[in-house]
């Protein structure tokens, strides 16, 4: 994989260089990155769903790109920002809730087959360890959520 130069002259030819299907992933990297920032410097009471323009009715499995299932990771990226870059899980899994809620199906609100646990919430922990794995998020303490600081530059908490 290249490495991104360190100045704009640099990058602009680096840009250049990349073929379509990468340029055009480096694009959507950015404006999720964008999204991401713009989200979590809105005005909004931390608990309450981020609005925004009507949505297309949800379709079953839906996975975004970037953001996993029902954008779950930006959502869980965006809580965890608002309140400072850590905050207890259930404070974060009912943030989630509240920005995904009117996409859910009635078979997300199902439990699992392993536990009792409605499928939503279940897919929401697998995009939080989907995000370790990435390196956004720290593993542990359990039953805290906290952005590494590879997390804390995307949510630009520097």
């Known amino acids: 994989m290249n490495t991104v ?25 950015t404006l999720a990155a964008i999204e991401l920032r713009a989200l979590t410097g809105a005005n ?40 400072g870059g850590s905050a207890p899980t259930a404070e974060i899994i009912d943030f989630v809730y509240a920005n995904i809620c009117d996409e859910l199906l ?7 087959d392993e536990t009792t646990e409605p ?11 989907n995000l370790a794995d990435q390196g956004y998020l720290h593993r542990g303490p359990r039953g805290v959520w906290t952005l590494t600081e590879k997390g804390r530059g995307l949510m630009d908490l520097r």
């Open 5 to 29: 130069p360190p100045n704009p002259a640099g990058f602009a030819a680096w840009i250049a260089s990349l073929p379509e299907t990468e340029l055009r992933s480096v694009y959507q990297a």
């Open 44 to 83: 909004a009471i931390a608990a309450a769903p981020i609005t925004s323009a009507p949505q297309p009715a949800p379709q079953p499995g839906t996975i975004h790109p970037y953001f996993g299932w029902r954008e779950a990771k930006k959502w869980i990226l965006v809580g965890i920002a608002r309140r």
């Open 106 to 112: 009635p078979e997300d609100l199902e439990p699992t």
């Open 119 to 129: 499928r939503w919430r279940n897919r929401v922990r697998w995009e939080r360890e």
